[in-house]
């Protein structure tokens, strides 16, 4: 079994505007490797994803709890070279806080090589830290669901039914529905 990073969760620094880890890139490798092998793991969206639980420590979370008068900024823009551009949204005037959980999301091989967004030749590669503030489970946020399910540039197909689909869109939305994350 082998887990390496891809070139997409390069981009969450402690100077971007997604959660981070404060360590290494090897030490986050070396985290996820231990934790996936003692299967401190759930399964994420569809088959080929997986959520690795890992110690909170050293993490800081961009995700924020919304409170009446916040600004928001969006703007419309490509995520990484080579992808349409999408709505984005973000929290002014709030910073980064301590996690007290994160979920370390891995894509198999197979999966990522549907739309050759592998980077590696490794069996599962590291997609996206998502560290929160809260113990409760983050679900995939809507609009990220929304572009995966519906076939958007750069989005992994979910492979969901229709109804499975608007299960998993009405958590998202109770979940995030007062959240955002924070603006860089």
Known sequence: MSIELNDFVK????????????GTWDQLVGRVIRNFEAERTTPGYRDGVVLVHV??????????DLEEGDK?????????EGEEPRLSYRIVNKGKQPAKAVDVVLYRHDVLAEDNDNTTDAEWEIISINARTTAE????????????HFGSDGGTDTKMSDSDFAAALEVSFNYWKNKGMVAR
């Open 11 to 22: 981009r969450q620094t402690k100077d971007s505007e997604f959660s981070h880890f404060e």
């Open 137 to 148: 489970d983050q679900p995939i946020e809507p609009f990220t669901l929304m572009h995966n």
């Open 72 to 80: 928001v900024e969006g703007e419309f823009k490509r995520r990484r």
């Open 55 to 64: 110690e909170p420590d050293d993490f800081f979370s961009a995700v924020v």
